[in-house]
Nanobody
C-alpha cells in the first residue's frame, strides 16, 4: 500500500522560508510526475509545482522564482523549497504522485504566512 507523508509546514513570517517534504512508502512503479498542490481556505486546489519523470519542472506563475521542486529517488522523497514566502501562500499543501495506473495524495500540511 502506497502512502505519502508530508512534513515541514508551519507558521512563518513574510519573507521567510520553509521546505516541505513528502516521503513515499510502498512500491510505486511507472511514475509519470510528482507535484505539489495547495488549497487555501474557500478556494479550489491548485497545482503549485510539478516534476516530470524526465526531471522537467513547471510552476504556477505566482511562485516562479521563489519555489523549487526537487526529489531524492533514493529516499523516495519529493521536496518543495519555498523562499520569500508571502501571506497569499497560506494554504494546505498536498503532495501528489501520478503513475500510469494511479494517483496518490498525501494528507496535507498547513503553511501559514503572517504579514
Amino acid at each position: 500500500q502506497v502512502q505519502l507523508v508530508e512534513s515541514g509546514g508551519g507558521l512563518v513570517q513574510a519573507g521567510e522560508s520553509l521546505r516541505l517534504s513528502c516521503a513515499a512508502s510502498g512500491s510505486i512503479f511507472s511514475i509519470n510526475a510528482m507535484g505539489w498542490f495547495r488549497q487555501a481556505s474557500g478556494k479550489q486546489r491548485e497545482l503549485v509545482a510539478t516534476m516530470a519523470s524526465d526531471g522537467r519542472t513547471a510552476y504556477v506563475d505566482s511562485v516562479k522564482g521563489r519555489f523549487t521542486i526537487s526529489r531524492d529517488n533514493a529516499k523516495n522523497t519529493v521536496y518543495l523549497q519555498m523562499n520569500s514566502l508571502k501571506p497569499e501562500d497560506t494554504a494546505v499543501y498536498y503532495c501528489n504522485i501520478k503513475t500510469t495506473y494511479d494517483v496518490y495524495w498525501g494528507q496535507g500540511t498547513q503553511v501559514t504566512v503572517s504579514s
